[in-house]
């Protein structure tokens, strides 16, 4: 073991999981968006509305990540009139082609876990709306997405730490995240374990952050 | 005996065997990935002129040789850890990898080079045509600072933990973007795809994606050597396994007297990169 190697390595590693924090937030914002509206879609009376929602999370639940983030940085990449649109512009970069699998991803996760939380709110809970005359577009926007969005953190939140441990594979694609900064380190030093528990000391801590958070808003939204 | 005893002493037999590798049968690792050096064919088996030569030399040395594949940036660790025992991975010979393993005398060598694109603005710079870094005379480095000026700002990109890399990092050629790929393949693609300004790697590797792809890749620039590109490939090996790195030493002796290395480079390479 050396244990200076892995004093020096985590100063680096620690700028390196910033860039890991910000891949995880700006696709989890976005995703969470994706899948809001994906979920609403899915409890859709519409059949058309309805399978198409059901055939996105189908696609993306079904296929590996790392088969979607290659598909849309390199695949994308072999069009070329892809190349000369101004979708490029964004396609280009290897920053938004994570960012952009990752929040597909993740969307279709969450539209699930919303899906479920909607389909499970308690039939009494609309009723006591509407027989106080509150509209169904009141009853909708105040009372069934709240209640889904807290129904779904025990679930939201292990989706929050699968995506977290997801962006290692924005490594794939050049960028130089937590484990793309390791990757790095390991080609000058040839010293994988010592970097690897670093890094993986890292990402642990951070999903013992995120777990916290998620536990107090439970604790904090509860309904007893 | 039992069945239950059965399996557990052939189990303990097996990792028996497989932890002590017989001096005679050796694994070498390869990367697959870096024609003409190693790739595969379309049916997954390797080929290529490391390939073919590790077969001639297991051949002198009469050992039993296994070719395994490893992906490039775990090639030192994996060798280290006894995945296996030799490297032939068109691995340069570098001071900063000989702190961590041995090398066999170079087999061959060849010339690293920039490629960009046809029509970009650097294309055909004006420059020396060869320059060697273990020594930089005045002219070399009037051709460094000419890089530095027509690449200052632009991405550059390289397969991760290469020579190439090591290079760019030294900041020889100033201040430009790096980007590290898992695969000379990958390099290749974002080049085309004209995601990276450039690309630095072995001349025949970009040579060799133009055929094959029809792309319009074109090398720019001089071919670099010496210094931060190693002194030639050889066959890399765990520190402490004299016995295998003096076979391979007097193996390649042979292979070179024989005619067998210039014969397999100008087959693969297309001219003479033995060493």
């Known amino acids: ?224 | 005996m039992n069945i239950f005893k059965k399996t557990i002493l052939t189990v303990l037999a097996s990792l028996f065997l497989v932890v002590n590798t017989n001096a005679d049968n050796i694994k070498i690792g390869t990367e697959g990935a870096y024609p003409p050096w190693n790739s595969k064919d379309a049916a997954g088996n390797l080929i290529g002129f490391e390939v073919e030569l590790a077969n001639e030399l297991c051949k002198i040395m009469k050992h039993n040789c296994t070719i395994v594949e490893q992906d490039w940036d775990g090639m030192i660790p994996a060798l280290v850890s006894r995945k296996f025992d030799a490297i032939m991975a068109g691995m340069s010979i570098t001071d900063e990898r000989k702190k961590t393993i041995n090398f066999s005398q170079g087999y061959a060598d060849e010339v690293a080079s920039l490629a960009v694109m046809k029509g970009s603005k650097n294309e055909g710079l004006k420059t020396l045509s060869a320059i060697n870094l273990t020594d930089i005379s005045a002219d070399e480095q009037a051709t460094l600072d000419t890089l530095a000026k027509a690449f200052k700002g632009k991405t550059i990109g390289v397969q991760t933990a290469t020579i190439h890399q090591n290079f760019l990092d030294s900041g020889l050629m100033g201040k430009v973007k790096v980007r590290t790929y898992k695969t000379q393949d990958e390099v290749n693609l974002d080049l085309a795809a004209g995601r990276i300004d450039a690309a630095l790697a072995a001349a025949v590797a970009f040579t060799d994606y133009a055929e094959k792809s029809g792309k319009a890749v074109v090398l720019t620039g001089p071919t670099f050597a010496g210094g931060d590109f190693g002194n030639g490939v050889g066959v890399g090996i765990r520190k402490g396994d004299s016995k295998l790195l003096n076979d391979f030493n007097a193996a390649i002796d042979k292979a070179r007297d024989e005619g067998i290395i210039s014969r397999l480079a100008i087959k693969h390479f297309g001219f003479d990169a033995s060493m």
């Open chain 1, 1 to 224: 073991m050396d244990l200076e190697l892995m004093i020096s390595s985590l100063p680096k590693l620690l700028s390196a999981a910033i860039v890991t924090l910000k891949l995880l937030s700006a696709s989890l914002f976005f995703g969470l968006f994706i899948g809001l509206l994906f979920a609403i879609l899915r409890i859709s009376k519409n059949v058309l509305i309805n399978k198409f929602a059901y055939v996105y999370s189908y696609v993306f639940r079904g296929t590996p990540l790392l088969v979607q983030i290659f598909i849309i940085y390199f695949g994308l990449a072999q069009i070329e009139y892809l190349r000369t649109s101004f979708l490029w512009t964004i396609l280009k970069e290897p920053y938004w082609c994570a960012i952009i699998a990752f929040a597909l991803n993740t969307g279709a996760y969450t539209s699930e876990i919303l899906r479920s939380a909607f389909q499970t709110i308690k039939p009494g809970i609309i009723e006591a709306g509407k027989s106080l005359g509150i509209s169904n577009k009141i009853i909708f926007y105040k009372i069934q997405i709240p209640v889904a969005i807290r129904q779904s953190l025990p679930a939201y939140g292990n989706e929050i730490i699968l995506m977290m441990k997801g962006t290692s594979l924005a490594s794939t694609v050049t960028l130089m995240d937590l484990t793309g900064v390791a990757k790095y380190i390991i080609s000058t030093t040839f010293k994988p374990i010592e970097v690897f528990i670093v890094a993986g000391g890292i990402y642990l801590f951070m999903t013992f952050i995120i777990h916290n958070v998620i536990k107090y808003l439970e604790k904090k939204y509860s309904f007893q």
